[in-house]
C-alpha cells in the first residue's frame, strides 16, 4: 500500500487559539462533570429520599440507557436532515430542563418511581440527540485538519469528567441531598445551549430534495460503515471490546468484593482510575497519530489492554492485588484515550458531511447494543465455571479483540479507504 500523507499536529494552527473552540469545548466539559453528578445522585434520589427497592431502582438505571439502544439511528436521521447547532442546543436545554424539574419535584415532594423514570428516559432521549449532533457540529466548527486536536481535547475533558464527576457528586449528595446534585448537572446542561449561541456559525440548510424514507437512510448509514473498511473494522473492535468488558464486569465485581474481601472504598476508586489513563493518552493520541500512522497508532495503543491481564493473574487479597489491579486499569484507560481520538477523527474524515450524523449514530448504536447481552453472558459463566475462572475467560476475549485491527497495520489516513 503506498503510503498516505496526514497533517502533522504540531504545524497546525492550534485549536487552543480558536476562541470559538475554547467556548464550545469548555462548556462541553461544564456538562460532561454535570453528567458525572446524576449518575451518582439520580440513583441515590431514588434510593434514599423515595426509598425505592432493588426492582424500581433497575428500571430507573434502564431507562438511562434504553433510548441508546435504537433511538440513535433515528437521531442520525434527523441530524443529517437538519442543521446541527439548532438540534445540540435543543437537545441541551431539553436536559438541562428535565434535571431541573426533577430537583422542583423533589423539593416539593411530588416525584414518584414512575414519574423519575419518565423523566429519566426522556431526559436519555435527548442525551442521544445532543451526542449524535455534537459529533457532526465539531467538524464544522473546527475544520476537518484539526479535527484530531479537537478529538484529543474533548476526550481529555471526558476523562477528567470520569475521575471528578462521581467524587464531587459524593460530597456534594453528602453535604446537601442529591437534589441539589441533579439540579447543578441541569444547569450545566445550559452551558452548552448558551456557548452554541454565541458562537456566530452559518449553517446551510440540507437540500430536501436527496431525501430519501427515513429506514432507507438508516441503511445507507450502516450501509456505509460496513463498505468503509477501517470504520468497519474499528466499529467491530469496539463492539466486541466493549460487549466483553461488559461481561467481566459481572464477574470482576463478584471476585472482588465477595471472593477476595476487596473493601468496597477501594473498589469505587478502581472503576475510576482508568480515567487517569485515558486523560493521559488522550493528550498524547495526535503525537503518536502522526509520528505512526492511524493504523500502527491503533495498534500500538491497544497493547495498552495487556494489563488488564493482572486482574485475573493476581487472585490474592491485599495490597498487591489492588495496585495490580489498577496499574492494569491504567495501562487501559491510557490504550483507550488514544484510540477513541484516532477512531473518532477517521470516522468523521471518511465520512461526508451529508452522512455525519448517520454514521455517528450508526457507530453509537452498534457500541451500546452488545452491552445487555455481555451483562447477561458474564452472570451465566460467573454462575456456570465459578468468578475466577469467568474472569480469565472474558479478560482473555478482551485482549483478543485487538486482532480485528491487525488489517490496519498499513493504514495511514483518510486518503485510504481500503485496505
Not at 462533570?33 to 438505571?61: D, H, N, R, W, Y
Not at 418511581?113 to 455534537?134: K, N
Not at 471490546?241 to 461481561?247: D, E, I, P
Request: aromatic share 8%; charged share 10%.
Amino acid at each position: 500500500m503506498a503510503a498516505a500523507t496526514f497533517p502533522d499536529a504540531s504545524k497546525m494552527r492550534s485549536v487552543w487559539r480558536d476562541r470559538q473552540f475554547v467556548l464550545y469545548w469548555s462548556s462541553q466539559s461544564v456538562s460532561l462533570v454535570g453528567s458525572g453528578l446524576t449518575q451518582v445522585a439520580m440513583p441515590l434520589l431514588a434510593a434514599l429520599t423515595m426509598q425505592a427497592g432493588p426492582m424500581a431502582l433497575g428500571v430507573i438505571e434502564a431507562c438511562i440507557w434504553l433510548p441508546f439502544l435504537g433511538l440513535p439511528l433515528l437521531a442520525g436521521v434527523v441530524v443529517d436532515r437538519s442543521r446541527k447547532r439548532p438540534v445540540l442546543i435543543c437537545a441541551n436545554v431539553v436536559r438541562g430542563g428535565l434535571q431541573i424539574l426533577v430537583f422542583m419535584l423533589s423539593i416539593t415532594g411530588l416525584i414518584t418511581i414512575p414519574l423519575l423514570a419518565a423523566i429519566v428516559l426522556a431526559a436519555g432521549a435527548a442525551s442521544v440527540f445532543a451526542d449524535v449532533s455534537a459529533q457532526a457540529f465539531l467538524p464544522q466548527l473546527v475544520g476537518r485538519e484539526r479535527l484530531i486536536q479537537a478529538q484529543a481535547a474533548n476526550t481529555a475533558s471526558r476523562s477528567v469528567a470520569t475521575l471528578a464527576g462521581p467524587g464531587v457528586a459524593g460530597l456534594l449528595v453528602q453535604a446537601f441531598g442529591p437534589p441539589l446534585a441533579i439540579l447543578l448537572d441541569g444547569l450545566s446542561f445550559l452551558a452548552p445551549a448558551g456557548a452554541l449561541l454565541a458562537i456566530p456559525r452559518k449553517e446551510a440548510m440540507p437540500a430536501r430534495g436527496t431525501r430519501k424514507t427515513v429506514l432507507r437512510e438508516i441503511g445507507e448509514g450502516l450501509t456505509f460503515i460496513w463498505r468503509t473498511v477501517p470504520i468497519r473494522l474499528m466499529t467491530l473492535q469496539s463492539l466486541l471490546f466493549y460487549g466483553f468488558w461488559q461481561a467481566a464486569m459481572v464477574p470482576f465485581l463478584f471476585h472482588g468484593v465477595h471472593d477476595l474481601g476487596i473493601d468496597i472504598g477501594w473498589w469505587g476508586l478502581l472503576f475510576g482510575i482508568d480515567g487517569a489513563g485515558a486523560l493521559v493518552g488522550s493528550l498524547l493520541a495526535p503525537r503518536i497519530h502522526a509520528r505512526f500512522g492511524s493504523g500502527r497508532a491503533l495498534l500500538l495503543a491497544s497493547s495498552g489492554h495487556l494489563g488488564l491481564l493482572l486482574i485475573p493473574a493476581l487472585n490474592s487479597p491485599g495490597w498487591t492485588t489492588i495496585v495490580a489491579w489498577g496499574l492494569g486499569l491504567i495501562c487501559s484507560g491510557f490504550a483507550l484515550g488514544i484510540m477513541s481520538v484516532i477512531v473518532a477523527t477517521t470516522r468523521i474524515e471518511l465520512s461526508s458531511d451529508v452522512m455525519l450524523g448517520r454514521v455517528a449514530a450508526s457507530v453509537r448504536f452498534l457500541q451500546f447494543a452488545p452491552l445487555p447481552i455481555g451483562a447477561a453472558t458474564g452472570g451465566v459463566l460467573a454462575v456456570a465455571v465459578g468468578n475466577h475462572l469467568a474472569l480469565w475467560l472474558t479478560v482473555t476475549a478482551v485482549i483478543v479483540t485487538i486482532f480485528v485491527l491487525i488489517p490496519l497495520r498499513d493504514y495511514h489516513g483518510a486518503s485510504e479507504r481500503d485496505v
